[in-house]
Every structure is written in C-alpha cells, then in structure tokens.
C-alpha cells in the first residue's frame, strides 16, 4: 500500500505561482515513477508531469511544458510540481499517484494509488 497526501493548492491570479507537494508512506517510494494529473469540471482526468524513479527522466504535457517543473526528492518521500506563468485554464483539481507496476506514465491507468487531490483556482 502506498499513501499519498497532496498540499499547496490555492487561489492565486493569472500569472502567478504555487508549488504543490506530495507526500508518500507505505512501500519505497523511491522505486516509483511518480505523477500529477489535474481535472478540471466536466473534464476528463488529464496528464500534467511525471518522474522517474531515478530522476533522469521527466515528461510534461505540452500545455504546461515550459512553466511546469516535476522534482522529487526521496530522502524525504515527496513529489513537488512547481507551476510558475499559471494560467486560468490551469484551474483544476491536481492529483499526484504513484506508478508501482512500470505502467504507462501518461495514461491514468497506468497508477495505482493516488492522492485525495488539492484544489488550484487561478483568477483572472
């Protein structure tokens, strides 16, 4: 069993900055491919970033490359996603899951825990 608690949502306005953070108990965390996936209402769970266990290779998607950064650190059992230049459109609900079983890092499918989800609101 792996447990993952999402914080650092909030409201902030168009162009701002929030750093979530995720953190894991339960089974190594550091053997994990982790992600964040966010959903807005009436929308489908969508990909945002995910790392590797080793930290060698992160992966975005495209609407968020460039102003999205994924870090982990595994002394601690944390995953962050800093997200700078937010934009309206990024106003979700930000989820962060665990991919224990080498699954496809894009697909929600692919994770087999996730987290509670912390709310990120951005004003215009």
């Known amino acids: 069993q792996v447990q993952l608690v999402e914080s650092g949502g909030g409201l902030v306005q168009a162009g701002g900055s929030l750093r979530l953070s995720c953190a894991a108990s339960?089974?190594?965390?550091?053997?994990?491919?982790m992600g964040w996936f966010r959903q807005a209402p009436g929308k489908e769970r969508e990909f945002v970033a995910a790392i590797s266990w080793s930290i060698i290779s992160t992966y975005y998607a495209d609407s968020v490359k460039g102003r999205f950064t994924i870090s982990r650190d595994n002394a601690k059992n944390t995953v962050y996603l800093q997200m700078n230049s937010l934009k309206t459109e990024d106003t979700a609900v930000y989820y962060c899951?665990?991919?224990?079983?080498?699954?496809?890092?894009?697909?929600?499918?692919?994770?087999?825990?996730w987290g509670q989800g912390t709310q990120v609101t951005v004003s215009s």
């Open positions: 339960g089974r190594t965390f550091s053997r994990f491919t």
């Open positions: 899951a665990a991919n224990t079983r080498s699954g496809s890092y894009y697909y929600p499918i692919g994770y087999d825990y």
